[in-house]
Antibody, heavy 117, light 106 residues
Framework: QAQLVESGGGLVQPGRSLRLSCEAS????????MHWVRQAPGKGLEWVAF???????TKYADSVKGRFSISRDRSKNVYLQMSSLRAEDTALYYC???????????WGQGTLVTVSS | DIQMTQSPSTLSASVGDRVTITCRAS??????LAWYQQKPGKAPELLIY???NLESGVPSRFSGSGSGTEFTLTISSLQPEDFATYYC????????FGQGTKLEIK
């Protein structure tokens, strides 16, 4: 059974940086593209970033482009480096597996990021 | 960017009802559309992919249809566990979600 466990969230001041981590297990990590999706408190889902199965391609939402960076290692981890954080980045951040053309089939439970002074 | 618009935003229904949620894309996405269910305090779960394909383990009362810019999610006979928020998502060009439809008990 695939499992994704996020960590690294917390309270951070505006303008500072934070790195989120996601540890994958139960599947061949190197075969799947991965994403980060966020959800502000009481709001809907917002796609944030994508990384291909081999790490060669990345894509970002306009709202985070130039501030966030997604990466992965060869074994089981995907990361989201967040810089120049703003209050509107406050959200629960989900790590998500992308099963080719079949949508986002596994989601972690999320890690909460709160940007506030 | 492709914008996704769901309607209605809120839907009140009773157990046993047949309900339909609509999702419109701002440009054609062929069939690159998924539907997710989210319950309070939980991560979303995949229901439908490629517009009409039922994810493994999802009850057959859920169905999806459409292509191009117009899509629907139908629940044929609502069960108590179906009251949740539903999101459509396009993956035909980057990725984006609809704003969500909250399905409430009437």
């Amino acid at each position: 059974q695939a499992q994704l466990v996020e960590s690294g969230g917390g309270l951070v001041q505006p303008g500072r940086s934070l790195r989120l981590s996601c540890e994958a297990s139960g599947f061949t990590f190197s075969s799947y593209a991965m994403h980060w999706v966020r959800q502000a408190p009481g709001k809907g889902l917002e796609w944030v970033a994508f990384i291909s199965y081999d790490g060669s391609r990345t894509k970002y939402a306009d709202s985070v482009k130039g501030r966030f960076s997604i990466s992965r290692d060869r074994s089981k981890n995907v990361y989201l480096q967040m810089s120049s954080l703003r209050a509107e980045d406050t959200a629960l951040y989900y790590c998500v597996r992308n099963r080719d053309s079949k949508g986002f089939d596994y989601w972690g439970q999320g890690t909460l990021v709160t940007v506030s002074s | 960017d492709i914008q996704m618009t769901q309607s209605p935003s809120t839907l009140s229904a009773s157990v046993g009802d047949r309900v339909t949620i609509t999702c419109r894309a701002s440009q054609s996405i062929n069939k690159w559309l998924a539907w997710y269910q989210q319950k309070p305090g939980k991560a979303p779960e995949l229901l439908i992919y490629m517009a009409s394909n039922l994810e493994s383990g999802v009850p057959s009362r859920f169905s999806g249809s459409g292509s191009g810019t117009e899509f629907t999610l139908t629940i044929s006979s609502l069960q108590p566990e179906d009251f949740a928020t539903y999101y459509c998502q396009q993956y035909g060009g980057f990725y984006s979600f609809g704003q969500g439809t909250k399905l409430e008990i009437k």
